[in-house]
């Protein structure tokens, strides 16, 4: 049977480790490449790696912490952020990542999606989408709208729409940013998650407010959802990788447990 | 020496480092001369079917592969490799290497999970292989280890070159092939230590072979 994967989620700035609450206030916090190492000796199923950088000098250094990742660990991981094109899409797999992963560049440009799909295979293109509840509307009618630049540019799409999209056009797998939830550690927007797990056929990776093994686990069993992503409860030790797994486990859902 | 084919639809970088980090003397290439001295090949790819036979005849290598494995030169197929080696692939309606006999579908969507729910294509993610026989590459591989599967469509050869099986909804088959000639549907060189360790067996049957010779 398959299992729901554990994903820690490194935001990277200038070649550093470093977390934010609701994208504001991001402080270093270590080495992207030990603490990647640190998880993947600890059991994490996946890693994704997000480049906040905004220069292109950064974004050299950042493709460096790529290369420097795969060389060390052997599970898979995605690289996100600030990737509008085909080309940027090379770049990083090229480093050595599996996946990619496109956000607001595929807002504007949806075509990249099918494209990247056709020049590297669907299963390297995630689709990620930061989402924020709204009022329903006849424009947003899931009340769920898709948001860019870190949840102050509203889209005008719906995110259920807007996942359906993504599927048809080659997205292999969708990872689901709740804005509201983000950095709150009050738990996965569950009611989002399912809607979207409902809506689309390819795997869903919930992100956003997990503040303890149980809101994991809820995100599996009632979100459906196929991966978790996490952050502080791991990064500031709270937590370790087999301690949430051991729980997780424990409620009948299949982990991966012996690595 | 183990060579790493080299052709476009290829991960083979992913295998490069991981047999570097083992200390794997290790060639990517695509030079019939260098493939025929290695100890063994292994065969990556990613991508669709139809693209990596593409590849694969344009430049002649898939004559060169089956000649190979005629000779009886140890490989390993990966993925998309371990899917070519089979005589046809449903995804672009693909002939194949022939090289095993059986075919590639695509998961059926009917297949359910445990819980009901349909599931969900690519099978993404990690998963267990139930041996149906013994097998050299999972030697000192705990039988509850899991590897790291992504693909939407999985080998269905004849019965007896079935060597592993992985449940998703239903059971498909993950390990094919015969002795020295292997096909698994899974990265093991993204699924951690028992893929190392399985990378590692590899390795130590090539040389097991090349001593018989």
New interface residues.
Partial sequence: ?????IIPCLDVRAGKLTKGVKFQGNVDIGDPVETARMY?EQGA?EIVFYDITASSEGRGIFLDVVERV???I???FSVGGGINSVADMRAVL?A?A?KVSVNSGAVKNPDIISEGAAA?????VVLGMDVKRVEKSEQIPSGFEVVIHGGRKYTGMDAIEWAKTGEALGA??ICLNSIDADGTKDGYDLELTRKVTKSV???VIASGGAGNPQHMADAFTQG?A??ALIASIVHYGEYTIRQLKEHIAGQGVPM???? | MLAILDYKAGNQTSVRRALDHLGIDNRITNDPDLLASADGIIFPGVGAAGQAMDELSSGGLDEVLKSLIWQEKPLLGICVGCQILLDYCEENDTRTLAVIPGECRLFNPAWAEEDGTPIRVPHMGWNRVTLKKECALFNDIQSEAEFYFVHSYHPAPRAEFIIGETMYGENFCSVHGRTGLWAVQFHPEKSGAPGLKLLQNFHAYCLEAKDAQ
Avoid at chain 1, 120 to 124: K, P, T, V, Y
Avoid at chain 1, 256 to 259: A, D, E, L
């Fill in positions: 049977m398959l299992s729901k994967r993947y199923d795969a060389s060390q052997f599970i898979p090229v050595g599996e590297f295979g669907a299963q390297c292999g797998e056929r390819i795997p459906k196929s991966a991966r447990t012996i690595w």
